[in-house]
């Protein structure tokens, strides 16, 4: 089965899965299709190493191919100017240039092999190019991959969720739902009590998106994970953060009862 085809009936499957459940064969293709996808990536990485193997081998040989040349101009210099000198000497240099000679001719023919392999490397580098582009090709829109994505978040379908948001924000990093998509892999994340990860995903969503209609939310979601990780200190000044950045929300609101229920007031020394 080719990444195209389970592209296709992942995308098909999910289009017709009901709110409450997704089968196991989902998820089993998009773990192909990853596992595809990471095959492709380490195909790049070996064919742009041995690309810089082959192009040094080609300059060193082109080398060789230069200074032999100029060591037959040379001895045929040297060869006229002795023709009348030594029929010995004649002899013995005319064997050098007839060995320079053979060895041009073997570097060329290794270069030309040389090259043979650097466009064959080159025409698997534009395959492999041509695939990538189909795959992205092979996305769902937008509105269908992160509305799916949204549908099993809310079905408590965390690993499917959690695969759709990614591509999501693989495939539309720069649109206005990709804070949303970051935002729900650390509510994901949070869930699951791996605070650490859910803040690394809260932090996208504030520094990328910080007009996004989840900062807010990520900013409080932020606090109360610092504090579930012990930096206590830390965790307060997002939630203060919060009442001064978006004081009438309800974010604000809820921050301000956290904060209550710790024993600190909303504003810090200095306004902090």
Known sequence: MNTRRISIALFTVLALTPAFGVSKEIV??????????????????????????????????TDTVNKVNSSIQALQNTLQRQTSDSGGKVEQL??????????????????TKLSAQLDQMAQAQQNLNQQQQQQQAQA???DVL?????RDYNSNNAQLANQEFNDYIKYYPNTDLAGNAF????????????????VKFYDQVLQNFPSGA????AQLKKGASLIQLGQKDDGIKELRHVIQRYPRSVEATQAREQLRKLGVSSRGAGGD
């Open 214 to 217: 989840k900062a807010a939310a």
């Open 94 to 111: 005319s064997g050098q240039i007839q060995a320079l000679n053979d060895t041009m001719d073997e570097l060329k023919a290794r270069l």
């Open 146 to 150: 992160y509305n799916s994505a949204l």
């Open 28 to 61: 089993q293709l998009q773990t192909q299709v990853q596992a595809l996808q990471d095959q492709m990536a380490r195909m790049q990485q070996t064919f742009d190493e041995r690309m810089g193997i082959m192009k040094n081998l080609v300059e060193q040989d």
């Open 140 to 142: 769902p829109p937008p």
């Open 183 to 198: 935002f729900y892999l650390a509510e994901i994340a949070y869930r699951q009590s791996d605070f650490q990860q859910a």
